[in-house]
């Protein structure tokens, strides 16, 4: 047990070190970063637009009201935007792989995962957190609920239970790659159109969809089921108010299926040759 | 087979080689059509008749789009990859001496790619589109007028992509207009929801801009939304947009052509 915490620290170390490293190669073209962080913004601001053009054309969607959209945005864009920071670049596995590069990684005395991970990493896609953030102040304070502790509680483990799914995600995509390299555009379905889905109430897809979401891919956990219970509403679905509170459940198992996947896809993997 | 054909064809048989790509990629743009669809009709149960659509054509358009992406490069803000690293890397100057058009070349190697894109990863989201929800399909005159608008999104799409690319020339890295040309687009276009959701003058002057004649044009003329005079001034936008772009392309070519210092040694 210890030896495995200290082997976990030990990939957090080198994470952090390779992090810090592409930060400051970043860095030496300040201006361009700057930019590339804006337009990650923008990009990110698009999404709350069409949700302004929405409500700008109706009083509610699915039975939700703007700001508890905004609220359901806010939440899984922050956590989305955290992990895609801290695994997002995983989607390059299948270049590497293709490119050799992920043989090199094999070889070197740090986790291949936080060598791929942290792969070129640029601050840049922080830029993603700030209308994120900003989405959350605004609907923190014009939200219609009663605050009680449970409920203020709940934002930040929905948050920090949202951005371990999302890691988990990342990393199950990473491993599909080893199976299917030039089929990787596939994986957008679950982290990027993770990140659509759960920014409309699931009142809006059909009962197929809700149930796939709950449980194959647990997207639903990011932010749906919990935010029920800061809005204090009934589950629209009939299902029990216990899924308010599991969560970090869903997270757990999201990262062990992840870590397991992960494995089996290091061990079957094989080199594309010289 | 003259020139340009042979580049459009030789294009077209390249990005036939990647059929796993494609197959995810068609996988993707449907799946993302299924999820807009459902935003669509819930907004539609509220308001049955935004913009003169129902929720028949609200559906379609979303499918439509989606279908329409990759064969007019909505996420592919510039020409090529490969031509924005050529004109950093300085091979373009070898590119710029063959006794061929430079733009004439580039704009046969879109089209190749862009019929190769519309059915490979045009059909296969309509159709499955279709097989789940209601769909407006077009008669009569309104095909040929569809696939006219089609092929002139592609051309205008080639248009807005090629001047992106050709700021490498001054910048050496077209990223930075890659990145707001793409954003304008996602939203322009119709993409990311329909235009005629947009309020009042906002609506008319989105629908106005080149991006709109890429995906918000043809599709419209696909819903019959406008009457056979509507359709013809949709049309000859398209048309204007593409003679513009295509024109200032060439200018700037000439231009760019000018700047290209060549080492040797």
Known sequence: MAEAFARLADAVRAFGLLCWAWTRAAWQYPTSLLLLTVGQAMATTLDVLAIVVIFANTDELGGFSATEVLFLYATTSTSFAIADTLLGTAERLGRHIRSGAFDVMLLRPVSALVQVAADTFSPRRLGKLVPALAALALSLTSLDTEWTGGRILMVPVMIICGTLIYCGIWVLGASYQFVAADAAEAMNVTTYGGNYVTQYPLTVFSSEWVRALTWVVPLAFVNWYPALYVFGRPDPHGYPSAMQFASPIAALLALVAAGFAWKAGVRHYRSTGS | ?265
């Open chain 2, 1 to 265: 087979m003259g020139l340009y054909t042979m580049v459009a064809w030789r294009s077209l048989r390249r990005h036939a080689t990647y059929r796993a790509a494609t197959a995810a990629g068609a996988f993707t743009n449907t799946s993302f059509g299924f999820i807009r669809a459902y935003i669509l009709i819930a907004l539609w149960t509220q308001r049955p008749d935004i913009g003169g659509y129902d929720v028949t054509a609200a559906v379609t358009f979303c499918f439509l789009g989606q279908s329409l992406i990759a064969a007019v490069g909505a996420f592919l803000p510039t020409v090529s990859a490969e031509l924005t690293d050529r004109i950093r890397n300085g091979d373009i100057a070898i590119d710029l001496f063959r006794p061929a058009d430079f733009q004439g070349w580039w704009l046969s190697h879109e089209l190749g790619r862009a019929v190769h894109a519309l059915i490979f990863r045009g059909v296969p989201p309509l159709l499955i589109g279709a097989a789940f929800f209601d769909f407006t399909w077009p008669a009569g005159w309104r095909v040929a007028a569809v696939v006219l608008s089609i092929a002139l999104a592609i051309v205008v799409s080639f248009g807005i992509r090629y001047l992106v690319t050709l700021t490498a020339f001054w910048l050496l890295d077209a990223a930075g207009p890659a990145a707001i040309a793409m954003l304008a687009g996602t939203f322009l276009s119709g993409l990311l929801i329909p235009l005629v959701l947009l309020p009042g003058w906002l609506g008319t002057v989105a629908r106005s801009t080149p991006w709109a004649a890429t995906i918000q044009s043809p599709s419209d003329i696909w819903l019959g939304v406008y009457d056979g005079a509507g359709v013809l001034a949709i049309l000859g936008l398209q048309v204007l947009w593409a003679v513009l772009l295509l024109l200032t392309g060439r200018r700037l070519t000439e231009q760019a052509r000018r700047r290209v210092v060549v080492q040797g040694g």
